[in-house]
């Protein structure tokens, strides 16, 4: 029967900070690019543009038709020879956090796109037809009026996105980069405890997680009321 050990978590403890600290880099970075990404996509959905609206939807039916893993594999592939030739960045440099960076990010723009449009259509056309009487262009119309309102609709479905996001981060493994999941990986093989690192990553995984989702459901009351 397998005993446990637990001893070799506190001197754990400040590796797995540094990966978590590198998962909650991703984790930004992704989110804000993604939902600036995401809202550019989902307005060109939405173009009365036919090219606009056709990569708008190319792009968000091809990202969500791929593994997040193989997006990750082919950006690991991809991202370290292109930063090479374009900014004469020497080999050695190491890409991963960059080419992670830009994986999640335009995987992840899919998604919020999706849910972008959905907060756009919420709100209702008489504010449009309201914002063109003022004498407003579309863009101007979109950027002061509608879109304020859209997000307002939508922070509680952006936020358990982003939690989402957190959790799918522990897939950078594939490309070696040492986030939190991966962390524990390598220190818990290293010590021979790799059962009890990969429990006690999931659990902190588990509570950071439903503690936000708690939070989300509690501002969505908030603001229900």
Same mark, same amino acid.
């Given at each position: 029967?397998?005993?446990?050990?637990?001893?070799?978590?506190?001197?754990?403890?400040?590796?797995?900070?540094?990966?978590?600290?590198?998962?909650?880099?991703?984790?930004?970075?992704?989110?804000?690019?993604?939902?600036?990404?995401?809202?550019?996509?989902?307005?060109?959905?939405?173009?009365?543009? /036919?090219?606009?609206?056709?990569?708008?939807?190319?792009?968000?039916?091809?990202?969500?038709?791929?593994?997040?893993?193989?997006?990750?594999?082919?950006?690991?592939?991809?991202?370290?020879?292109?930063?090479?030739?374009?900014?004469?960045?020497?080999?050695?440099?190491?890409?991963?956090?960059?080419?992670?960076?830009?994986?999640?990010?335009?995987?992840?723009?899919?998604?919020?796109?999706?849910?972008?449009?959905?907060?756009?259509?919420?709100?209702?056309?008489?504010?449009?037809?309201?914002?063109?009487?003022?004498?407003?262009?579309?863009?101007?119309?979109?950027?002061?009026?509608?879109?304020?309102?859209?997000?307002?609709?939508?922070?509680?479905?952006?936020?358990?996105?982003?939690?989402?996001?957190?959790?799918?981060?522990?897939?950078?493994?594939?490309?070696?980069?040492?986030?939190?999941?991966?962390?524990?990986?390598?220190?818990?093989?290293?010590?021979?405890?790799?059962?009890?690192?990969?429990?006690?990553?999931?659990?902190?995984?588990?509570?950071?997680?439903?503690?936000?989702?708690?939070?989300? /459901?509690?501002?969505?009351?908030?603001?229900?009321?």
């Amino acid at each position: 029967m397998y005993e446990f050990d637990w001893s070799s978590i506190p001197g754990a403890l400040p590796y797995l900070w540094i990966g978590m600290v590198m998962t909650l880099k991703i984790t930004v970075v992704a989110i804000i690019a993604g939902i600036v990404w995401g809202t550019l996509l989902a307005l060109m959905r939405m173009s009365p543009i /036919k090219v606009l609206s056709w990569f708008g939807a190319g792009y968000v039916n091809l990202f969500r038709s791929i593994p997040l893993v193989m997006v990750l594999l082919w950006f690991f592939l991809i991202v370290p020879s292109l930063l090479v030739s374009l900014f004469d960045i020497p080999r050695s440099y190491d890409t991963r956090l960059i080419s992670a960076m830009v994986a999640f990010s335009l995987f992840e723009a899919a998604y919020y796109s999706e849910i972008i449009r959905a907060g756009i259509r919420s709100v209702s056309k008489g504010q449009m037809g309201a914002a063109n009487a003022l004498g407003m262009s579309y863009a101007q119309a979109m950027r002061l009026i509608i879109l304020p309102q859209a997000f307002r609709n939508m922070v509680p479905l952006l936020l358990t996105q982003g939690i989402i996001l957190f959790q799918d981060t522990s897939l950078v493994y594939v490309s070696s980069l040492a986030d939190f999941f991966g962390t524990a990986y390598l220190v818990g093989s290293r010590d021979g405890r790799l059962v009890e690192l990969l429990l006690f990553s999931g659990a902190v995984y588990f509570i950071i997680s439903f503690s936000a989702s708690q939070l989300v /459901k509690h501002f969505q009351k908030r603001t229900s009321l």
